[in-house]
C-alpha cells in the first residue's frame, strides 16, 4: 500500500462541508498545513472564536474522515481561531486590542472571562517550568510529583516537550500506551505515577517539526483523551521558554498555579523572568521559585562549592513576591539516576537529596491545598 501523503489527507477533507454548508473547509482555506509521522495526521482548522464550541462537530467529522482513510492509524485536528480570520469572517464583535507594548489580556465572550473546563476527575494543575532549556527542570517536575505521591496523594504527569519529551526516560518507561474501547488513552505508569508524554508515542530520535496548531492540538488530546482518573495533581512538565505549549496550557486549561526552575547565575534567572512573566499577564498564580544545581558538595572532601553563584534564585523570589520553594545542590547521584530512570525520591529515598525535594514538593501541596476551591477562570489570549 503507497504512503498516505499529506496531499491525500487533504483531498479526503474536500468532503466536508465548511461551517455554514456551502463549499468545503479545504477549498475555504481554513485547513493548515497537514503533517503526518507515524501513520497519524495533524492539522487544525481556522473557525471564527466565538463560533469554535458550535463548531466542535466540523473538527470530530474531520478527524473522523482522516481516520478512515486505509492505512491511517489516527488523526488529530484542532480548532484555532488567528485575529485575521475571525474578524474577516465574524466582523459582529470587534476584537478586543491590548495596549501598547503587544500585552496578553484574559477575556472571554463580550469581555467575560472564559471558564475553561479542567479535566474530569483531576483536583490540581500545575506547570513546572524555566525560561530555557539545562536547567534541570524535568527532572525537578518529575521528583516534585514524586514528592507529592510521598505525602499520600494521588498523582500524575504530563510531559508537555513535543521536540523533546524526556519523562520516559526520567521515569524508566517503554512502550507504547494503550486504548480503552478504541477512545481514551491509558496512561503509563511507574513509581505509582500515571504519565503521558509524546515519547510513548513517536521513537526516540525522530525529529518533531510542528507548527503550533499541532502542538496545541497534540497537548490538549493528551491531556483530554487520557484515562487519567482521579488525581489530586497532575504535574505539567512544559518545555522550556514561553512558545505555543506555554501558551496553550494558559489559555486552555485551568492551571492552579506554575513552579518556575532557575539556576543561581543571572543570565538564567534572565531568562526565568520571561517565564515569570508570562504566567503573570496570563494571571496563573506563581506557586514559586526552585534553584536547581544551587550549590555543589564535594563528595570526597564534604565541602560546599558555589559554581554557578549561589542565592540568585532567592533573591528574584524575595523581589518579586512570591515564595522561594527550595535549594537543589548539583550532585552525580541526581544526574545518574535520573539518566538511568531511577529518581532520587525512589533511588535514595531517605538521602538528603531526596528531602530537599518532599520539602519542595510539601511547600507546593500546602498552597493548592489553601487554595479556593473553586475552579480557576483560565485566560484566553489575544497579541496585538
Not at 491531556?223 to 494558559?250: F, H, I, K, N, S
Not at 503573570?280 to 562549592?305: R, T, Y
Not at 523570589?317 to 525520591?345: Q, Y
Not at 491545598?369 to 477562570?377: F, K, L, Y
Request: hydrophobic share 45%.
Amino acid at each position: 500500500m503507497a504512503e498516505i501523503t499529506s496531499r491525500d489527507v487533504l483531498e479526503r477533507l474536500k468532503t466536508v462541508r465548511g461551517p455554514d454548508m456551502e463549499g468545503n473547509i479545504v477549498e475555504l482555506g481554513l485547513v493548515s498545513d497537514v503533517f503526518i509521522s507515524d501513520g497519524k495526521a495533524y492539522f487544525s482548522i481556522t473557525v471564527p472564536a466565538e463560533r469554535a464550541k458550535a463548531l466542535e462537530p466540523l473538527r470530530q467529522a474531520a478527524e473522523r474522515v482522516v481516520k478512515d482513510m486505509p492505512g491511517m492509524k489516527g488523526a488529530f485536528a484542532a480548532l484555532t481561531a488567528d485575529k485575521k480570520a475571525a474578524s474577516a469572517q465574524a466582523p459582529s464583535r470587534p476584537a478586543a486590542s491590548a495596549p501598547a507594548g503587544g500585552h496578553a489580556h484574559a477575556h472571554g465572550a463580550h469581555g467575560q472571562p472564559a471558564r475553561k473546563p479542567g479535566i474530569p476527575g483531576v483536583k490540581h494543575i500545575i506547570a513546572v517550568a524555566s525560561g530555557k532549556g539545562g536547567v534541570g527542570k524535568s527532572t525537578t517536575a518529575v521528583n516534585i510529583a514524586l514528592g507529592l505521591k510521598s505525602l499520600g496523594l494521588a498523582v500524575g504527569v504530563l510531559d508537555a516537550d513535543i521536540y523533546g519529551p524526556s519523562i520516559p526516560r526520567l521515569m524508566g518507561i517503554s512502550g507504547r500506551p494503550q486504548q480503552i474501547d478504541g477512545k481514551l488513552i491509558r496512561p503509563m505508569e511507574n513509581y505509582g505515577l500515571r504519565t503521558m508524554s509524546m515519547g510513548y508515542l513517536v521513537d526516540e530520535g525522530v525529529a518533531m517539526i510542528w507548527r503550533g496548531p499541532m502542538i496545541q492540538s497534540a497537548l490538549l488530546q493528551m491531556l483530554r483523551e487520557v484515562a487519567w482518573g482521579d488525581l489530586d495533581v497532575l504535574v505539567v512538565d512544559m518545555p522550556p521558554g514561553t512558545g505555543d505549549a506555554q501558551l496553550t496550557m494558559a489559555q486552555q486549561v485551568p492551571l492552579s498555579g506554575a513552579v518556575i526552575v532557575s539556576t543561581p547565575q543571572d543570565l538564567a534567572l534572565i531568562d526565568a523572568r520571561k517565564g515569570i512573566a508570562m504566567f503573570q499577564k496570563v494571571e496563573v498564580p506563581l506557586l514559586g521559585l526552585v534553584e536547581n544545581m544551587s550549590h555543589f558538595i564535594c563528595p570526597a572532601c564534604g565541602a560546599s562549592h558555589d559554581i554557578f553563584g549561589h542565592g540568585g534564585a532567592r533573591a528574584e523570589a524575595e523581589k518579586i513576591g512570591v515564595p522561594f520553594l527550595g535549594e537543589v545542590p548539583l550532585a552525580m547521584t541526581i544526574r545518574e539516576n535520573s539518566d538511568a530512570g531511577t529518581p532520587v525520591i525512589v533511588s535514595a529515598p531517605d538521602g538528603p537529596h531526596a528531602r530537599v525535594y518532599r520539602e519542595i514538593a510539601g511547600r507546593v501541596w500546602q498552597q493548592l491545598a489553601g487554595a479556593a476551591a473553586a475552579p480557576r477562570v483560565a485566560p484566553d489570549i489575544v497579541f496585538e
